[in-house]
Every structure is written in structure tokens, then in C-alpha cells.
């Protein structure tokens, strides 16, 4: 995560834990119901993950699963305590960061909607402000800078150093991407705070990787192809599928966002769904959507 430190890092946290902990059975939900089975010690495996674990230099940052259930029991104990929402800014953050992060925040918290899809209502509750608000600060608990992996992140969670921490890049004020499309990058960020579910580790996209009209799959933010890289979903629950109903639902029912942010809204919703690789799941939100 911190470039040429990362591996290092990750061999002496791996030194640090004796164990990964088995997934409970349950199915991920929204609501941070998946359980914490009694962890079974596998310290050379953990190492050899850390070590192994492969970063995208296509697009945002990636962790894998290995790294979750590390971050899952290093920081079990605080899983199911309740925090108070609200943020801090590390002292590194640079003003403008800070401002352009505040003036995003204050966008979304000004949104109000008429209705909900029900996967929205499970995930965010309704289309507003208030608590769209509410998942953040709940899950974020401080913000930092960081290169994040590679030079076309914009923000990423690295859960085995804080789960409820966010990095950011000097990219989020760099990129010229519509305000919203900043905002779906730090709520995608801020799923990936839930050690409860496994931080919703991304899937490795197929290769090839093909969109409608049979062109290679590229990212929006950077223009690089996505093939091969870990940087898609296969369910609607996750940091790409969460974002992408959260956009949606934006785009069809904000009653106070002007028509370019709806149409921003719209777009990058429909480009993110294109990165939900299961068929099932991508079902599953296109249904949604008609609701």
C-alpha cells in the first residue's frame, strides 16, 4: 500500500499474527451480520500472502482476502462496538484536500430523494443526506494522504493497518471527474471499512474482459484495461456494487441534484456496472433498478 514499503510491511505484520480466521458460513449482508469463527493458526500462509498479494496499477487500490481476515482478527475486538460518527483529518492532509473533501460532503448531505430501491434501502437506507451521511461517518473514522498503491489511485481503506481509516491521493483534487464521481469513489472506499464483512475484497476482472460492443473493458478514471486486474465485484453488496446503486439511485431519485449531476450520476453508475461479473448479481440490480 505505502509502494516500495508495502512488502515489508506486510512480512512484519504477518510476524505479528499467528492465525486467519475461517469465514462464518452466513452470506455477506449489508448489515454486518457475518460472524467471527475461532481463527485456526496458519502463520506461513499468512506471510506468504501478505508478501504475495497483488496491487492493480490500473485502476483504485486492492487488498485480498488473506489480508481482510488478517485485518479481521487483528481488529476483532472492536468489530461490534459502536462508534460515534464523525471524521478526522491528519495533519498531512493538505488544505485544498481538506476543502475539497468538506465541499464533496456537503454536497452529498444536501441530497434528498423521493424513493429507494430496496438493495439502496438495505445497503444506505433512503436517497438522502441524512444518511448518506450517517454510513459514512460511521465507518470513517479519520483521513490521511497516502500514494495508495499506485499513481492513478484516488483514495483507498487499507484495512490491515486501519480498518476505519481513509487514505487519500493528491489525485482526488488532480482528476477533473464530476463531483459525484469523487463522492462514488469515497463511499466504494467506505464499504471497504467493514472488517465484519471481509472489508468486500474486490474479484479478479476475466480476461479477456469485453463490454458490449466487444472493446476491451477500461477504467473510467485512468483509460487502462481492466483485464486480468482486481477490480471488479461479484455482488451487489460489494465496494463497486454498492457505489453503482448508490449512483443509480441518484440519477432516478434525487428531487434536488441538478440535471448534469443526474446525468453524471447516471453515467458513471451504468460505466461501474459493467465491472459486476456475476451474472446473478448483475441481475439482481438490474431488477432493483426497475423497482
Request: proline residues 5%; hydrophobic residues 40%; glycine residues 8%.
Amino acid at each position: 500500500m505505502v509502494r516500495a514499503a508495502s512488502t515489508l510491511g506486510f512480512l512484519t505484520f504477518g510476524l505479528l499474527l499467528a492465525a486467519v480466521p475461517s469465514r462464518a458460513a452466513n452470506p455477506f449482508d449489508g448489515g454486518g451480520s457475518g460472524g467471527i469463527e475461532v481463527p485456526k493458526p496458519n502463520l506461513e500462509a499468512l506471510q506468504e500472502a501478505a508478501a504475495d498479494a497483488r496491487r492493480s496499477s490500473a485502476d483504485l487500490y486492492s487488498f485480498s482476502k488473506e489480508e481482510a481476515a488478517a485485518a479481521q482478527l487483528k481488529f476483532a475486538f472492536g468489530i461490534k462496538a459502536p462508534r460515534k460518527p464523525g471524521f478526522t483529518f491528519d495533519a498531512d492532509v493538505p488544505a485544498d484536500i481538506q476543502a475539497q473533501m468538506r465541499a464533496d460532503l456537503a454536497f452529498i448531505k444536501g441530497i434528498a430523494g423521493d424513493k429507494a430501491t430496496p438493495l439502496h434501502r438495505k445497503i444506505f437506507g433512503g436517497v438522502n443526506g441524512a444518511d448518506y451521511t450517517k454510513f459514512f461517518e460511521t465507518r470513517v473514522s479519520a483521513i490521511g494522504m497516502n500514494g495508495c498503491g499506485n499513481g492513478n489511485a484516488v483514495a483507498c481503506v487499507i484495512p490491515f493497518r486501519d480498518p476505519s481509516k481513509m487514505w487519500l491521493t493528491k489525485n482526488f483534487i488532480r482528476f477533473s471527474h464530476p463531483q459525484v464521481s469523487r463522492m462514488m469513489v469515497v463511499f466504494h472506499e467506505s464499504r471497504h471499512t467493514e472488517t465484519q464483512n471481509g472489508n468486500w475484497s474486490h474479484a479478479t476482472c476475466p480476461t479477456p474482459f469485453l463490454d458490449a460492443n466487444g472493446k476491451d473493458m477500461k477504467s473510467i478514471w485512468t483509460g487502462a484495461t481492466l483485464a486480468g486486474e482486481p477490480a471488479c465485484d461479484e455482488t451487489p453488496l460489494g465496494s463497486y456494487g454498492s457505489s453503482t446503486i448508490m449512483l443509480k439511485n441518484i440519477s432516478k431519485f434525487c428531487t434536488n441534484c441538478t440535471d448534469k449531476v443526474k446525468m453524471d450520476a447516471g453515467l458513471y453508475a451504468d460505466d461501474q456496472m459493467g465491472r459486476i461479473i456475476d451474472a446473478d448479481a448483475k441481475k439482481q440490480m438490474k431488477n432493483d433498478f426497475n423497482q
